[in-house]
């Protein structure tokens, strides 16, 4: 088993996401500016197994894009050069491609695997992939823009 380069504490300190929306545990892996994998102990005392699905658990799509989104805005975090300041960060505005290819189920141990692909100005792209035990689950790309935490000032 690999060591973390950053442990669950210090990933919770990285996001703005907070319980029961992180979806990632550690980071394994971080090149900033280039790349970061992480991974997500998928476990069946998750609150969105409750009805998604009551009979056969499976994690739902919209939160694997989520934990490879959250991926994405640690890496964002660690690089310089992505014009963020603290009060800024980058938020999910498309997804391109994404395809879920095997069912994500409690006891899996999943990796999310993301490459930048292009800096751009308010803009970045990634390539994101999911696995599980080597197995591809799911994969796409994202597209990022630079957004504000502040309320937008009324213009005198």
Request: charged share 20%; aromatic share 6%.
């Amino acid at each position: 088993m690999t060591v973390p380069i950053m442990t669950f504490e210090e990933v919770r300190e990285a996001l703005k996401q907070r319980f029961p929306m992180i979806m990632v545990d550690t980071v394994s892996a971080l090149e900033p500016g280039k790349s970061i994998r992480t991974t997500k102990n998928v476990t069946g005392n998750e609150i969105q197994f409750l009805g998604h699905f009551p009979e056969h658990a499976v994690m739902p799509g919209t939160l694997i894009v989520e934990a490879l989104g959250q991926s994405a805005s640690i890496l964002f975090s660690k690089t310089t050069g992505t014009g963020t300041r603290p009060e800024e960060f980058l938020v999910l505005g498309a997804i391109h491609d994404m395809r879920f290819l095997v069912p994500v189920v409690p006891g899996d141990h999943m990796e999310m695997d993301i490459q930048v692909l292009k800096f751009a100005g308010d803009l970045a792209l990634v390539e994101a992939a999911a696995t599980v035990g080597g197995t591809v689950v799911a994969k796409g790309k994202l597209g990022f823009a630079r957004r504000s935490l502040k309320a937008p000032q009324p213009s005198e």
